[in-house]
């Protein structure tokens, strides 16, 4: 039995149904419970993000998954504050060993979203935990990770509507992440 939490945040929508994505590809596993947590505005105050069951529920946690939308070539500043409410586990090298992996999704095709997960990467290195990637080829244009992206999940929002963007493959490309990541932590588990 393991348990796998996705954290995010999304502004307006398109992060939040990449997360429902990665989310639904976890829980395909058999013995894995889910946690879908969306980073909330009104829990950062003066700039400083605090949620202890919000906290409480990673620390339960055999994985965490990071989502943001990646805004002026990074993570949003509300994924950020979150980041930075970690600080305290960080001392306490609390995380350590747990898996970690990370989505993110902007209007462009690239739109500089590979600085989103080298900071989610980073995050998870701070904290000791074990960084899982993407291993799909891309086969084609419109395919499974078809912005060839091997750090982790890439999503494209487009000018389009959450309704319609991401679109199958970005979200089914998502799916993967979150059924590969409650894979590993099975095998991971065992071996602890
Ligand atoms: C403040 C801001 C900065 C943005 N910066 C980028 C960017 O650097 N690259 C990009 O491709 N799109 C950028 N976008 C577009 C968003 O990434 C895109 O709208 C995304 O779908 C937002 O996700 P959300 O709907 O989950 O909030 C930006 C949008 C905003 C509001």
Redesign the pocket.
């Known amino acids: 039995m393991s348990t796998i939490s996705v954290i995010y ?8 149904k990449e997360a429902e994505a990665v989310h639904q590809g976890a829980a395909a596993v058999v013995g894995t419970t889910t946690h879908l947590i969306g980073i909330n505005g009104d829990d950062i105050v003066k700039g400083r993000y605090k949620n202890d069951t919000v906290l409480a529920t990673l620390d339960a946690s055999d994985a965490v998954i990071f989502g943001s ?5 990074g993570p ?1 500043a509300q994924f950020k504050a979150f980041a930075d409410a970690t600080g305290e586990r960080w001392y306490r090298s609390a995380w350590r060993d747990k898996l970690a992996a990370g989505f993110t ?4 095709p ?4 590979l600085s989103t997960l080298q900071y989610f990467f980073t995050l998870a290195m701070q904290h000791g935990m074990i960084w899982v990637g993407m291993p799909e080829t891309p086969m084609n244009a419109q395919g499974i990770n078809r912005l060839s992206s091997y750090s982790g999940v890439m999503a494209q ?1 487009g000018n389009e509507s ?1 309704d319609v963007a991401p679109n199958a493959a970005d979200k089914l490309t998502g799916e993967l992440l979150g059924r590969r990541v409650a894979e590993a932590a099975q095998r991971w588990q065992i071996k602890a």
């Open positions: 945040f999304s502004g307006t929508g398109h992060t939040q939308p990646t805004y002026m070539g949003a999704v902007s209007n462009g690239s739109g500089d979203k929002a959450p």
